[in-house]
């Protein structure tokens, strides 16, 4: 359970996400959108840190800020075409929106109020990165090295695309 500090940061964390994923959706400037969702990527970080879980946040850190986002940064900036004064900036479809949100959040709020959570006395076994390393090294060198390729891939392909414009 959080206490103390710990749960001060949760709850600024947890306002942090929720800010940010606001200004993602309602921003009308499609750059500072992504910037947004930079800064809710750190956040759900420091909540995996908090939950002790160091590796999924250097993940979620490497991965989702370092490669995802600023691979939408240079798609953004390498179109021209966003910043077109023939190109719509609005959405016209926000009650719609609204009234999906709306039912997403009484379903999920019904559906946490009536799960009956089970807490474990048990300490969950510790896997340290080290380990995690290890095994990304050896056992599954294979696909670390296929993923690799694959990501390697799509950024050329990204490139290329915009690049024909």
């Not at 606001?22 to 009308?28: E, F, G, Y």
Request: aromatic share 10%.
């Amino acid at each position: 359970m959080l206490t103390g500090v710990s749960e001060a940061v949760y709850y600024i964390l947890a306002a942090i996400i929720i800010g940010s994923g606001v200004m993602v959706v309602s921003m009308k400037n499609i750059f500072h959108s992504a910037l947004f969702l930079v800064l809710c990527f750190f956040g759900v970080a420091g909540i995996y840190i908090l939950l002790s879980a160091e590796f999924i946040a250097a993940v979620q850190v490497l991965i989702y800020v370092g490669a995802i986002t600023i691979l939408m940064i240079f798609a953004i900036m390498l179109t021209a075409r966003l910043y077109s004064a023939q190109i719509k900036q609005s959405n016209e479809q926000v009650v719609p929106g609204l009234i999906i949100v709306s039912a997403l959040l009484v379903i999920t709020i019904f559906a946490l109020s009536k799960t009956t959570w089970k807490l474990s006395s048990q300490a969950p076994e510790t896997q340290t990165v080290a380990e995690i390393g290890k095994l990304l090294m050896t056992t599954y060198v294979l696909p670390f090295e296929i993923v690799s390729v694959v990501l390697l891939s799509a950024l050329i392909g990204a490139i290329v695309i915009a690049r024909r414009d």
